[in-house]
Each structure stands twice: as structure tokens, then as C-alpha cells.
């Protein structure tokens, strides 16, 4: 990655790829057919598409990289190849079944153990948010920064909608702030955008939702960490975080703290 003709080209077919694929998304919006994994679990025949669409893509032009993604089954290549690519075709199928513009395309390159290069894409608004480690992070080719609110109340947060009821035991949380959005990665990034101060999940989450918006957190001056406060590690056996805090770092101890102390 620290070739600059290598992760020139791999910038090159990564925002290739995404791109097209935001294509697939908007093109199949009204013919979509859903199926479910498990009873909260919806996939549709757009998010396999997707899928097989940047497998064949991304394998073609990096045929030595590895590669699980939310629809594949995991063929252990993730723990033979140096690089390998973490992919979510739709975080927030929900969103995108209820044509709801939030829901994102989420591809991240992960050596070994931690992103190196991140993508999320929201084909709605045609937000293409980037980073490449150690070279910052990009939302359509402008620069961008996480807030630097240190005040945890009057701060605007990101939560889903099926996790409202869960912050109402939460004396900490001013809820008049609360943003409720689907997708994962595209309210991590929004935080790297500086459009809202902070992203939380209560609820499990696997590396693709989150590794390639970690990154673009991590480079525009955030921090992700679970609810206890600890570090995500990517590419573990489960590939799986019980919960998300993302935000600047000042608010994250804030927040962690208070989150603990609630549980109390």
C-alpha cells in the first residue's frame, strides 16, 4: 500500500467499483424482491447482485486478495492473503427497501488485522465518502473532519430506529438530538463528515458494516470503540463488534463513561 502506483490503482478500481454498483442499486430500486436470513434479517435480490457484481469485479483486477463479504460464504481467504476485501452490498437493506436514502454501499481493503483503505457510498445522495490509511479522509473529493463538540448534551447523534426504545433507559442521553438513520457505516461517516457529533449501535455488528467507515472515521480525527470502551479487531474468527460509539475522542470518554455508569 505504500507504492504509490499500487494504491493509486487500487483508489482507481475501488471508487470504479462502488460506483457502478450505486448504479445497480438506483437502477433495480423498483423491482426488488425480498427474502429473510433470520426474522430481522431481510436480503434482497439487489444486495446479491451487488455482491456478485464486486466479487467478479474486485477478484478480476486483485486476483492474489481475499474476500468475505455479508452475502458470500467465508472460504477462509481472509486468512491466506495479505489483503482482502470487506464488503457490505447494502448496509441498511431496510432503508433501501422502504426507499429511504440512507442506506450505503460499504467496501473496505483490510491487511490482515486493520483497514487500509475504506469506501462507503450512499447512491441517493451520491455522497462517496474515502480514506486511505495514514492520507485522510475525503466525502467527494473535499476533505473532511469530525466535529470537535466536547459537549456530550448538546450534541446531535446517529441511532437506527429499531433502537430507539433501548435509549430510553438512558438518563445521559438527550433525545431531542437523536437523528434516527439505518445504516451503520453511513452514520459513522457522517461523524467523519462533521454532519452529526456521534454514532451508536447497541447491537452486534460484523467487520463489513463498519471496517471501511472506521477508517474514514480514524483519518478525519475520530474514534470508534465498543460501549466498554474497548478497540474493534478486525478479521477475528466471529468478525463481530457488540456495539459501536464513534465520534471525536473527547466524547467518546464522555459518553462511555456515562454509558457504563447508567448500567450501574
Not at 434479517?41 to 466479487?55: A, E, S, Y
Amino acid at each position: 500500500m505504500s507504492e504509490p502506483f499500487l494504491s493509486s490503482f487500487l483508489e482507481d478500481i475501488s471508487k470504479k467499483a462502488i460506483l457502478e454498483a450505486g448504479q445497480i442499486a438506483i437502477s433495480l430500486k423498483d423491482s426488488v424482491t425480498v427474502r429473510y436470513k433470520s426474522e430481522n434479517q431481510p436480503v434482497t435480490n439487489v444486495d446479491v447482485k451487488i455482491d456478485n457484481f464486486l466479487k467478479s469485479f474486485l477478484k478480476k483486477n486483485t486476483p492474489t486478495y481475499g474476500w468475505i463479504s455479508e452475502e458470500s460464504n467465508d472460504d477462509g481467504s481472509r486468512f491466506s492473503s495479505e489483503f482482502f476485501w470487506c464488503v457490505d452490498p447494502i448496509d441498511g437493506t431496510r432503508s433501501y427497501i422502504n426507499k429511504k436514502p440512507e442506506y450505503t454501499i460499504s467496501l473496505a481493503l483490510i491487511k490482515k488485522n486493520e483497514p487500509v483503505m475504506g469506501l462507503v457510498y450512499n447512491p441517493e445522495t451520491k455522497e462517496l465518502f474515502f480514506a486511505e490509511k495514514n492520507k485522510g479522509a475525503f466525502c467527494n473529493e473535499q476533505k473532511i473532519k469530525v466535529n470537535q463538540n466536547k459537549d456530550l448534551y448538546t450534541s446531535t447523534y446517529g441511532i437506527s430506529s429499531s433502537e430507539i426504545k433501548k435509549i430510553k433507559k438512558y438518563k445521559c442521553f438527550n433525545q431531542d438530538n437523536t437523528i434516527k438513520m439505518g445504516s451503520i457505516a453511513y452514520k459513522i461517516a457522517l461523524v467523519a463528515k462533521g454532519t452529526m457529533d456521534i454514532a451508536i449501535s447497541f447491537t452486534k455488528k460484523n467487520d463489513w458494516d463498519i471496517a471501511a467507515a472506521d477508517l474514514i472515521l480514524r483519518e478525519a480525527g475520530g474514534i470508534l470503540k465498543n460501549i466498554t470502551g474497548n478497540k474493534t479487531i478486525y478479521n477475528s474468527d466471529q468478525m463481530q463488534v457488540d456495539s459501536v460509539l464513534a465520534s471525536n475522542g473527547v466524547l467518546i470518554e464522555k459518553l462511555s463513561t456515562e454509558l457504563n455508569e447508567c448500567k450501574k
